[in-house]
């Protein structure tokens, strides 16, 4: 017989991976977008860092309201199903029991011993076996608002120290230039982490954040430079 052994497997990360990945990805795009657009309406190297600064305090302030409230509402459905799961097998065991017994058997299960698997499921934890397997809530998607908040904070904070480190080191002539090259090879090297700690292929990832990253620049730089001769 093999001894036991502990499997560490990758989806136990998708919850903090989405959030990290989307708020150091969304903090290096948005604050280096926002700093080449300034840059190209010919503004003063001080008021290119201010913008900065401005984007990476709104932006992890406004990531972190955005996650905590739509995985609130998350959390919020999840204890009603959970809450109803809990009164109907209170008030209605057998029907639930019946309901288990047929989810297993739907899943290739044979009757005989669907039952008999849904009755010691129910005797050893009848609302962790419906939870897990009728509403398809597990510990590890869970939703957690305030871990996705901080996480979605601190990460977009992180993402946009980068360009804005990148245009305070940088000489005035090349400051846009500086942003918006060493931020897209930051998104790359991002891209890159991410999808091996996701156990991904890598290089897609880093070439689709990489192109996003550098049409999103191009398109503010453009406007920015409009804006500038405009006004």
Do not use: C
């Amino acid at each position: 017989m093999h001894p036991l052994h502990r499997e560490a497997h990758l989806i136990q990360r998708i919850g903090w991976l989405r959030a990290a990945v989307l708020g150091a990805n969304d903090g290096i795009i948005s604050t280096a977008s926002l700093m080449v657009g300034v840059a190209a309406a010919a503004t003063a190297q001080r008021e290119v860092v201010v913008a900065g600064v401005a984007s990476l305090v709104a932006g992890a302030m406004s990531m972190a309201a955005g996650e905590y409230v739509s995985v609130s509402s998350q959390a919020d459905t999840e204890e009603a199903d959970m809450a109803r799961e809990r009164q109907e097998l209170a008030t209605m065991p057998e029907a639930e029991l019946d309901e288990l017994t047929k989810i297993y058997v739907d899943r290739g299960v044979e009757p005989a011993l669907a039952r008999v698997v849904a009755v010691q499921m129910t005797a050893k934890d009848a609302f962790a076996a419906h939870a897990r397997d009728e509403l398809g809530i597990a510990e590890h998607v869970a939703a957690r608002p305030v871990q996705a908040a901080l996480t979605s904070a601190a990460t977009f904070a992180s993402g946009a120290v980068l360009p804005l480190a990148l245009a305070v080191l940088a000489p005035a002539p090349w400051t846009s230039i500086a942003v918006s090259g060493g931020s897209l090879a930051g998104l790359a090297v991002l891209g890159g982490i991410g999808a091996r700690v996701g156990g991904a292929g890598v290089l897609r990832p880093t070439l689709r954040v990489t192109f996003w990253g550098a049409v999103a620049m191009g398109a503010t730089a453009l406007i920015g430079a409009l804006v500038g001769r405009a006004v």
